[in-house]
């Protein structure tokens, strides 16, 4: 055929069409800058990521949106990547990618979609080269033959309401805002809405969302799931043949040895390794829950699906065994490895009757061998001749955790003092819980080693200057901040004490508490019964003042949903925040002591004072009044 002929054909002709995951067989190069595995792209190494990227491939006429309900590690954003750079080469037109902020879209274009481009030779040929003030291959902006890439954040209006887009990839969008505002503070909605908006103009859109989830009822990931086919994607079983979803639940492993885990499948009950994971991958597909739901297909997909040299099943065993011993974790744990939303509001599953089942086997004031230090927290109600005024104090222990680096909680006592706490009287009682002395079944005895005092109730300066009478008995002035994350507690600042309305010309060291943080550090460990201990005469309203305060969220100034402690009705709390200032006492400690030195440190202390002759004393019940000072830690 004449060449010219030829080459008239071949400018006329449609070309042959090709799926997503085809092109990027052919075409992807894996950046070293951005990549763990660079070379070339193998559709094979990730055989789930096979449907979905073709679903987006401009022949595929059936399906519009694509969610991708995903943990991490499994290659959700490098599916966007092969997206985009199959719509710039294949069938060019307009794309807008968003992400939740314009620092996270700075990341990504530097870190990902930039490395991936100049790596992938018919994309890079076809961007133009970088210049300074040249705009058209910038942070927000490429542009290229017969197409425009955008980017921008959730954050940015105008980003989201401008010009008509055929393709849309908005990447992390749980962690958009729920609201965007425009430059003059006017609620213009959902950015996710808006950005949908603009494809209305194609037919032919396609539009991808992807996001690891986040909390239960809140998640913008899981409520598109929901509104999807909702596709899991199932393993053909290395033992039956049968085909069944990878779920955590059926992973089995001896406690402490993460290196044993077997999956036990759920079809026959035989145990396999994860040697089989790379087979049963490639034999594995997807299979829609909603198969009625025609334009939008969800997928959702674990961390257990990781390819083999990425995420490990002994490493999420581990992982898991670690978030049980710091409840902090587990919340990362079940976004990021399950692909599962995380219940904020878990303390308002927590029963009485459940808690009562796990009451430990000692009594109160009963010294458990494993605790090595005494810590309080009192809370100050009334003031002045109020109603029910009073001082409740509880006493926990602290010993050291079977993970590393971590503490277990005991309560030893907790102490209800009635009295005006302007007055003197309320304060020497209290005096009589902080000189206590508890035996020890190793021998020697136990005193409180800190105290930690609120003072933002009607009796400030009276507890102000308690404590300050008692500093070098480790008693701190704490208040409750209002802000959220905010430390345990942080490093004190000085303010000054009046009596009777006088200025004195003595000072103390307040300290404030981060109260949310303890409560997300407490509840976890109370509802799973690891890591906080209570005594087998722990009464019914005990717990139901520890349970009596719920996680609740709103929208906040910034249009983004934030979570606070919020009372239950008619229910009272002081056992919760003596806990939760006992708590602070114990990291009032820390702050002077590091953690991997304060037990060895307690007990070689107590090895110490057992071998001393034990004194005569009057024993009074739970306490004894003492003159000499047990400080081990010579507060200063």
């Not at 605790?371 to 006493?395: F, I, M, P, Y």
């Not at 507890?463 to 209002?482: E, M, Q, W």
């Amino acid at each position: 055929m004449n060449p010219f002929v030829k080459g008239f054909l071949e400018g006329i002709v449609p070309p042959e069409p090709i799926t997503v995951s085809a092109w990027s067989d052919a075409n992807r190069v894996l950046s070293s800058r951005a990549s763990a595995e660079s070379g070339s792209w193998r559709t094979s190494r990730v055989p789930y990521l096979k449907e979905p990227m073709d679903l987006l491939s401009v022949e595929e006429t059936d399906v519009e949106r694509v969610v991708l309900m995903f943990a991490a590690q499994v290659g959700k954003t490098e599916l966007g990547i092969n997206a985009l750079m199959y719509w710039i080469d294949v069938a060019p037109s307009s794309i807008l990618c968003v992400a939740p902020s314009l620092d996270m879209v700075k990341r990504m274009t530097v870190q990902r979609l930039e490395p991936a481009f100049d790596e992938t030779p018919c994309i890079k040929n076809k961007l133009p080269k970088k210049r300074a003030k040249d705009k058209s291959n910038s942070m927000f902006m490429k542009e290229f033959p017969n197409g425009l890439l955008m980017l921008t954040g959730s954050n940015s209006s105008v980003g989201l309401r401008s010009a008509p887009i055929r393709y849309l990839f908005m990447d992390e969008v749980s962690s958009f805002q729920e609201s965007v505002s425009s430059t003059s503070g006017i609620e213009e909605g959902d950015p996710c809405s808006l950005a949908e908006k603009r494809t209305t103009n194609y037919a032919n859109r396609k539009i991808l969302l992807t996001s690891t989830p986040t909390e239960k009822d809140h998640c913008r990931i899981e409520q598109e799931f929901k509104m999807s086919d909702q596709r899991y994607f199932q393993i053909k079983s290395p033992c039956c043949g049968g085909y069944q979803d990878l779920k955590f639940g059926q992973l089995r492993w001896k406690p402490k040895q993460p290196e044993t885990v077997e999956y036990e499948c759920a079809l026959c009950g035989e145990r396999f390794t994860e040697a089989y994971k790379t087979s049963m991958l490639r034999q594995g597909k997807w299979q829609a829950t909603k198969p009625l739901i025609r334009k939008t297909a969800g997928f959702h997909l674990s961390g257990l699906y990781s390819p083999s040299g990425w995420l490990s099943w002994s490493t999420i065993v581990e992982e898991w065994e670690t978030a049980q011993e710091a409840p902090a974790l587990l919340r990362s744990f079940i976004n990021t490895r399950l692909s599962e939303t995380f219940d904020e509001s878990y303390q308002s599953t927590i029963t009485v009757d459940s808690l009562i089942d796990k009451l430990d086997d000692y009594l109160p004031s009963e010294i458990p061998e494993d605790v090595l230090c005494l810590v309080a927290g009192v809370d100050v109600q009334g003031g002045g001749g109020t109603k029910d005024e009073r001082l409740e104090c509880s006493v926990f222990g602290i010993s050291k955790s079977v993970v590393e680096g971590k503490e277990e909680l005991w309560l030893i006592d907790h102490f209800v003092l009635h009295g005006d706490p302007t007055q003197s009287e309320v304060w020497q009682g209290l005096d009589i819980i902080l000189d206590s002395e508890y035996d020890h079944p190793k021998g020697g005895k136990l005193k409180i080693q800190a105290m930690a005092v609120d003072s933002g109730g009607l009796a400030t300066h009276s507890v102000y200057n308690y404590c300050r009478l008692r500093k070098r008995k480790g008693v701190i002035p704490i208040k409750g901040s209002s802000l959220q994350n905010q430390p345990v507690i942080n490093t004190g600042s000085n303010v000054n004490i009046s009596i009777r309305g006088m200025k004195t010309a003595q000072s103390v060291k307040i300290y404030s508490v981060g109260g949310d943080t303890i409560k997300d550090e407490l509840f976890p460990r109370i509802k799973m019964g690891k890591g906080i201990h209570f005594h087998k005469e722990t009464t019914e309203e005990y717990f139901k003042e520890l349970t009596g305060e719920y996680k609740d969220s709103k929208l906040n100034n910034a249009r983004r949903r934030v979570y606070r402690y919020v009372q239950k009705r008619n229910q009272s709390v002081e056992k919760l925040d003596c806990c939760v200032y006992a708590y602070a006492a114990w990291h009032f400690i820390l702050k002077q002591i590091p953690i991997s030195k304060i037990f060895p440190y307690l007990e070689k202390k107590l090895e110490n004072n057992a071998k001393k002759p034990e004194k005569k004393r009057n024993l009074k019940k739970n306490s004894t009044i003492t003159t000499k000072s047990y400080d081990v830690f010579n507060w200063n």
